[in-house]
C-alpha cells in the first residue's frame, strides 16, 4: 500500500485507488447523487452489496492505519499500538450541498485513536485542514476513491483540527472508519510513563466556526 505522508499542518497519509475499481465504479452507477433523502437510497437498501463494501474498505482501512502507525511512530507508546482492532466503528457519511454539518473546526472524539476518511462520490470537497489558532492549512484535493488517515493527537502542538466545508451544489458521500484507544493498553502507556495521553481533552475548542457560502438562487 502506497501512503503518501504529508507533513503540514499536521502529519497525515493519503493512500489512492483506496478500494477496487469494480466496488468505486459500481458505487457511483448506482448511488442517486439527487436524491433529497440519501439514506432511502437504492444502494443502501441493497444490504448485500453494503456490506461486501464495508468489509473491503474495513480491511483495507485495517491495513493503512498499521502501515500508518509504523511509518509515522507518533502514538506514544513505542510499538505497541493504541488502538483496538477488534471494534472498528464504520459509516457512510452524506453532506448535502452548502451543508452546515461538522464545518466547526474540531478534533476527533478523544476516546478516537485513528481516523479514515474515503471519498467516496464523484463530487465533493476536500477535508479542509486547520492550524491550532484557527487558520485554514489547506484543503485536501478532493478525488473518489482516496484515503485520508490521521491520528487525533500528535506531538506538541500537531493536533489535527479539520473540518468539512461542502460549498459546492453536489451531495459529498464519505465513509469513515475509527480505530478507538484500547484502554488497557493506554493505562500501561501512562504507567510506563507516557504523559501525553494524560492531556487528551474533548472536541471543543474556541476556534471559530466557518461559516457556509450562501445558496446561489
Not at 43 to 56: A, G, R, W
Not at 131 to 151: C, D, I, M
Amino acid at each position: 500500500m502506497n501512503i503518501s505522508i504529508h507533513e503540514e499542518p499536521w502529519l497525515h497519509g493519503i493512500v489512492d485507488d483506496f478500494i477496487s475499481k469494480d466496488s468505486i465504479n459500481y458505487f457511483h452507477e448506482s448511488w442517486n447523487h439527487s436524491n433529497p433523502n440519501p439514506y432511502s437510497n437504492p444502494i443502501i437498501t441493497e444490504s448485500s452489496f453494503i456490506k461486501e463494501l464495508t468489509e473491503e474498505i474495513g480491511e483495507r482501512f485495517t491495513l493503512a492505519f498499521n502501515n500508518f502507525y509504523h511509518q509515522l511512530n507518533v502514538g506514544g507508546i513505542g510499538d505497541e499500538t493504541p488502538y483496538c482492532m477488534e471494534s472498528p466503528k464504520c459509516k457512510l457519511i452524506v453532506h448535502d450541498p452548502f451543508s452546515e454539518l461538522q464545518r466547526d473546526i474540531h478534533l476527533d472524539s478523544n476516546d478516537k485513536a485513528f481516523s479514515g476518511v474515503l471519498y467516496l462520490s464523484k463530487e465533493g470537497t476536500g477535508t479542509s485542514l486547520y492550524y491550532p489558532n484557527g487558520k485554514r492549512h489547506s484543503q485536501v484535493e478532493w478525488k473518489p476513491n482516496r484515503a485520508l488517515l490521521f491520528t487525533r493527537k500528535q506531538s506538541g502542538k500537531n493536533a489535527t483540527y479539520h473540518a468539512v466545508e461542502n460549498d459546492i451544489p453536489f451531495q459529498r458521500v464519505t465513509f469513515i472508519m475509527n480505530l478507538h484507544r484500547d484502554v488497557e493498553k493506554v493505562k500501561q502507556a501512562i504507567e510506563s510513563g507516557e504523559t501525553w495521553l494524560k492531556k487528551l481533552t474533548g472536541t471543543k475548542t474556541n476556534l471559530p466556526i466557518s461559516k457556509p457560502l450562501k445558496i446561489p438562487k
